[in-house]
């Protein structure tokens, strides 16, 4: 391990710069929200911040991507495709480990799995990624329930710890420890485990007074999820509370849906876009003729929490889907964000029978 | 996998409308060629899969092959129902479309060699049931008894009535049909499918169906075909769902904990039952 004084914070981010795309969490004037971000003045990055508002999943998933382009010829009735390139260096610095955690899971899902997403993959092949330690949840959070942190455990390529003062790195990959041997950082000496330890242990121990919002015992509904024993009644009052916004599935991390539209322009160019969807959208299932196997909104409603929690979707991430960051619980005008859900499940809330 | 055997995945490859049919009412087949010779040479299929095909300036839609794997003319078969194909079917012979894949698991061949066969098909479900009734009749050797069940609404409505009449001339092929109402000059049955299979002496032991056409369709058959005593994991079908990449990313085609375009389009009976979802 090493240190990073807080003057040198701004150094490493400069070098970075020169060759990534810098982006970060920053607070956002107008919103008044801590917003994950393209940073284009450096100086806004913020490591002290909360959580963020969104995910980072819109670096490598843009909520909205041409991902072709093509030009067909009416006259000669000839078609040219472009392939757009998506390969650009980007660094993400102070991924807090709820968020670095639901990016592993979309790698293995659009990296795993039958078929490599190639668009995905142009995102990813030059990533830079700088996790931060949560010295301290936040009162969303309930990474401890979904083994999603406090702390980063693998996919970076440097891990930061603040110490109160300093920070202490840990490089997780050989960019990272490049990175650290230009920057002639000091080495930690061998009481740097026990310290980034304790620091860990403190954090994981305050979750019962800071983090108060969401708790979620998710292993009972993960099996009651995988083997379908949960009653009808129960998805029914889950559902009536659906008001079909798409929100919750906007800010997880691991939500990966998507639609694709070809939409003209005025030449004789179209783009191929792909957007972000949602399974709580109606139209999310239907086919020609109104054919729509999933219409009534319970029906729909399931089967993101299946995605979250079932053991045949963990499968996909090797890890539960969910990764416990509390935005869906924070966005959702109903009162289903999946801790919700989960105690609804664990003790058959239908509505009548009350807790 | 052969590198050349490899399905399209992201990039549609372009290819030529080289011949177009009409089949019944709204229903077209196009028949194409890929423009590139190394991607025509390596295009290969099971029957059972299916392609993503854009139209160009409108977008893109799923769509079975209906071709056998050997010795056949690459074609679809497309009902006009909305956007995209409204948009094929303005098309004429030299225009281009982009396609995607093969996708999809394909019905079984190789295991289900020496087996009897009972196609039951409604309407437009003989499309999907096409490419694998050639290549059994191809290597008709090396099944038992074979048998195609259809049904349309009317005669008209009738799918590929060239190929069947060439497939009625392969020796030992037996059909059957129906429509729902009686017609002048209709010499074959009336009323609906599952009723004309549960009328006729079928094969059950060392036997698989293969079953397609609209869901109502479906299920009284299945009915039938359960009530002869055909096991359910020897009954096959295959599923639609709304499909936007067809290589298992965007999540649409999920039922139950299966997605139809990687995990499908082709399930058995008992597969189907588990999925804990309306078909
Ligand atoms: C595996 C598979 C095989 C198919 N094989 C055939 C075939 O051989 N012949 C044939 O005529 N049709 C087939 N279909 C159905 C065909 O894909 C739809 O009819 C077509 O997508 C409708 O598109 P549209 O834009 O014309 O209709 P619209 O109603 O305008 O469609 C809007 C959107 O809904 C989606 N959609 C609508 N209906 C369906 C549907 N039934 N299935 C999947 N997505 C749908 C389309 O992707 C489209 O983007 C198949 C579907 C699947 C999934
Ligand atoms: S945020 Fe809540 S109301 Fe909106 S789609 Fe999600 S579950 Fe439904
Ligand atoms: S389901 Fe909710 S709490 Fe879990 S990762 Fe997604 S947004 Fe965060
Ligand atoms: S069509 Fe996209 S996952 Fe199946």
Redesign the pocket.
């Known amino acids: 391990m090493y240190w990073l004084k807080k003057e040198q914070l701004e150094l490493l981010v400069k070098k970075l710069a020169e060759e990534y795309k810098i982006f970060g969490p920053r607070h956002d004037r107008v919103s008044d929200e801590v917003i994950f971000d393209h940073l284009t003045d450096l100086s806004e990055l913020d490591l002290q911040a909360a959580i963020p508002y969104n995910p980072p999943k819109f670096i490598l998933f843009p909520h909205f991507e041409e991902i072709l382009k093509y030009r067909y010829e009416p006259e000669t009735k000839e078609v040219r495709i472009e392939q757009i390139n998506l390969l650009e260096p980007k660094a993400l610095i102070g991924l807090r480990s709820c968020d670095l955690t639901g990016l592993l899971c979309l790698d293995r899902f659009f990296l795993g799995q039958e078929y490599v997403d190639e668009f995905y993959l142009a995102h990813r092949k030059k990533l830079f990624i700088i996790s931060n330690t949560c010295i301290r949840p936040f009162p969303q959070c309930f990474c401890v329930c979904t083994d999603s942190g406090p702390a980063a455990k693998d996919g970076f390529d440097l891990d930061l710890t603040f110490t109160g003062r300093d920070y202490l790195v840990e490089a997780g990959s050989k960019k990272g420890q490049v990175l650290i041997d230009e920057l002639g950082l000091a080495e930690a000496g061998p009481e740097a485990s026990a310290l980034k330890k304790k620091i860990i242990d403190n954090s994981v121990s305050s979750f019962d007074s800071f983090a108060l919002e969401n708790k979620a015992w998710i292993s009972r509904a993960t099996n009651r999820l995988t083997t379908g024993f949960i009653k009808p009644e129960v998805w029914e009052y889950i559902g009536n509370q659906?008001?079909?916004?798409?929100?919750?599935?906007f800010v997880c991390p691991t939500c990966s849906c998507f639609n694709i539209e070809d939409a003209n322009l005025e030449s004789s160019e179209t783009d191929r876009l792909r957007t972000w969807d949602?399974c709580?959208f109606e139209g999310y299932t239907k086919m020609a003729g109104d054919n729509n196997p999933r219409k009534p909104v319970e029906d729909r409603?399931n089967k993101r929490f299946f995605c979250k929690l079932s053991y045949s979707q963990s499968k996909k991430y090797l890890r539960p889907g969910c990764v416990g960051c509390g935005r869906?619980a924070r966005?959702?005008?109903?009162d289903?964000g999946l801790p919700n859900v989960v105690t609804y499940i664990r003790r058959e809330i239908t509505g009548e029978s009350g807790e | 996998m052969d590198k050349n055997l490899m399905p399209i995945v992201s990039i549609p490859e372009i290819a030529t409308i080289v011949d177009i049919r009409d089949e019944i009412e709204d229903v077209r087949s196009f028949y194409f060629t890929l423009d590139r010779p190394e991607i025509e040479q390596a295009f290969q299929i099971r029957s059972g899969q299916f392609i993503m095909c854009t139209v160009f300036r409108a977008g893109e839609f799923a769509v079975s092959l209906p071709f056998s794997p050997e010795n056949d003319r690459k074609h679809i078969s497309v009902r006009k129902v909305g956007k995209v194909t409204a948009a094929l079917h303005q098309l004429e012979p030299g225009d281009k479309i982009g396609i995607r894949g093969p996708f999809g698991n394909g019905f079984p061949f190789e295991e289900i060699k020496g087996s009897n066969i009972i196609y039951v098909a409604g309407g437009i479900g003989l499309i999907p049931l096409r490419s694998s009734i050639i290549h059994v009749l191809q290597h008709r050797q090396d099944f038992g008894r074979v048998i195609l069940v259809y049904g349309a609404k009317s005669s008209k409505e009738l799918m590929y009535k060239d190929s069947i009449k060439e497939w009625q001339a392969t020796e030992n092929f037996e059909t059957h049909f129906t429509i729902d109402r009686p017609e002048p000059g209709w010499s074959g049955e009336v009323g609906f499918v599952n009723h004309l299979a549960a009328k006729l002496d079928l094969p059950v032991s060392d036997t698989v169906a293969f079953v397609c056409g609209p869901p109502v369709m479906f299920n009284a058959v299945i009915k039938e075909l359960k009530l002869k005593g055909i096991k359910e994991q020897d009954i096959y079908s295959t599923l639609e769902r709304h499909m936007k990449c067809g290589i298992g990313k965007c999540q649409h085609c999920a039922i139950g904990r299966t997605l139809v375009c990687v995990d499908g389009p082709v399930y058995t009976y008992k597969q189907i039952r588990t999925l804990g979802e309306q078909i």
Request: charged share 10%; with cysteine.
């Open positions: 659906c008001f079909e916004c798409g929100a919750c599935s949602s709580s409603r869906c966005v959702c005008p109903g289903i």
